[in-house]
């Protein structure tokens, strides 16, 4: 998982790359309208100068090292059946970038991509969604019908944004989409709703091991907003200093109305930290919504109201908080967790550590005891009380074996609280 110094080095290498050459190389190629082939560094940068589309059955190559710069507010759309394989490598990043960085480009739309499409190690900044719903929504990535593989890229400055507060996504927005975003940096972009993420209708995406960083939302959900009708994996991921003003969320945002359709995000060993909002839920606002809450650290978030979670339902619809430490959070009513009052809110919270306290089979109040090692933030001191005191049902996927020490050390099989804990905390390690 990213370390800060790590953090740092990619953002520092990536802009001395997007710096390189974008205005002046006599190699520019110019492209509009319908393109497929193969982008090739000898003929990079590719000037954006008109929207472009991968057209029906066909498919887009490009190379490692290529820029592409939009010359206005130009798109790219993959259509039905199409292919894009924009891959990168860890040295050779992919630049995607605008020429004005106020009018940017309008950034990279798969409507019905091939699921073999693949976006990996490219650098997206500067795009902007605008203009009426729903073609506003999806900052830099719009996908839609399709379920590609979105793995290790960056994706930075960039909106979605319209007078109506009905864009979504800053950075990369889903709609019926079992998409795999892996290991990716979303960090500093903006929209209405979910300034990083956005997951709306249908699908199930695999979110997991990303950075998820300084992003800000108008209405709701600064890092992430989890609309109606999906059924999102969020999993090992870090969410940091993310801001939401409107209704709330600095983190998460949960919206997706169990009461009516059934559906719920899973959100497991993650660390939600550092979030803030200015009503309610500097963690995670759970909306009408039954989120399974497992194994994650939600700490040191503020808002007014609820600043770890606020949980507004009307008891049918309950969070389930089980294996989370939720500590050090602040807020004037409800620092930890908050319940809606004015419509009988309800969550059930189990084997958690919840400083001040919470109503639940096997919760603790006690100092978790964070300790950083090895570019590991937030795990526990093996003196903490929350080791070996999660559910007893669930056990450690390292059972006997812990990322936290070099040797590791024997505990058992039974899960600890906390984002290390549980049956995917093996995952941190990949």
Not at 227 to 238: E, F, H, K, Y
Not at 305 to 312: A, D, P, S
Not at 386 to 396: A, F, L, N, Q, R
Request: glycine share 14%; proline share 4%.
């Amino acid at each position: 998982m990213y370390g800060e110094k790590r953090i740092q080095t990619i953002l520092t290498i990536t802009f001395l790359l997007g710096m390189a050459g974008r205005s002046t190389d006599a190699r520019a190629t110019d492209v509009s309208g319908d393109v497929w082939g193969t982008w090739i560094l000898a003929e990079s940068p590719y000037n954006l100068v008109g929207d472009a589309r991968v057209p029906p059955d066909s498919s887009l190559v490009i190379e490692p090292g290529v820029e592409v710069i939009g010359r206005g507010h130009f798109k790219i759309t993959v259509e039905s059946g199409a292919l894009l394989l924009a891959v990168g490598t860890a040295s050779q990043m992919i630049l995607f970038t605008a020429e004005d960085m106020v009018v940017g480009w309008r950034g990279l739309r798969l409507e019905g991509a091939d699921d073999a499409t693949r976006i990996s190690y490219c650098t997206f900044e500067y795009a902007r969604g605008t203009g009426a719903y729903p073609e506003v929504r999806g900052g830099v990535l719009m996908v839609r019908n399709c379920s590609p593989v979105i793995s290790d890229n960056i994706f930075r400055f960039s909106s979605s944004m319209n007078a109506n507060q009905n864009g979504t996504g800053g950075g990369i927005c889903t709609e019926s989409s079992d998409a795999r975003i892996l290991r990716n940096t979303v960090i500093d972009n903006e929209a209405d709703s979910g300034g990083g993420i956005c997951v709306t209708e249908y699908g199930s995406p695999f979110i997991q091991g990303n950075l998820i960083a300084d992003n800000v939302a108008l209405s709701g959900g600064g890092g992430m907003y989890l609309g109606a009708r999906s059924t999102p994996l969020i999993v090992n991921n870090i969410i940091r200093g993310n801001h939401s003003s409107g209704w709330g969320g600095g983190g998460i945002n949960c919206w997706n109305s169990f009461i009516f359709y059934g559906t719920y995000p899973t959100i497991e060993n993650n660390i939600v930290t550092e979030n803030t909002a200015t009503s309610a839920g500097g963690g995670l606002y759970c909306r009408y919504d039954r989120s399974l809450l497992t194994n994650n650290v939600v700490a040191y978030n503020s808002a007014s109201r609820g600043g770890g979670i606020h949980v507004l339902n009307q008891g049918t619809s309950a969070p389930i908080v089980t294996n989370c430490i939720v500590w050090g959070n602040t807020a004037a009513t409800g620092p930890q967790i908050d319940l809606d009052g004015s419509t009988g809110s309800v969550v059930y919270v189990n084997y958690s550590d919840v400083e001040g306290n919470w109503t639940g089979t096997g919760n603790i109040d006690a100092d978790p005891r964070f300790i950083s090692f090895f570019g590991f933030d937030y795990l526990l001191h093996p003196k903490s009380s929350c080791v070996d005191t999660g559910d007893p049902s669930i056990e450690d996927a390292l059972s006997d074996w812990h990322p936290r020490w070099p040797g590791g050390y024997p505990n058992g099989p039974r899960s600890d609280m906390g984002a290390y804990g549980g049956p995917r905390n093996i995952d941190w390690l990949r």
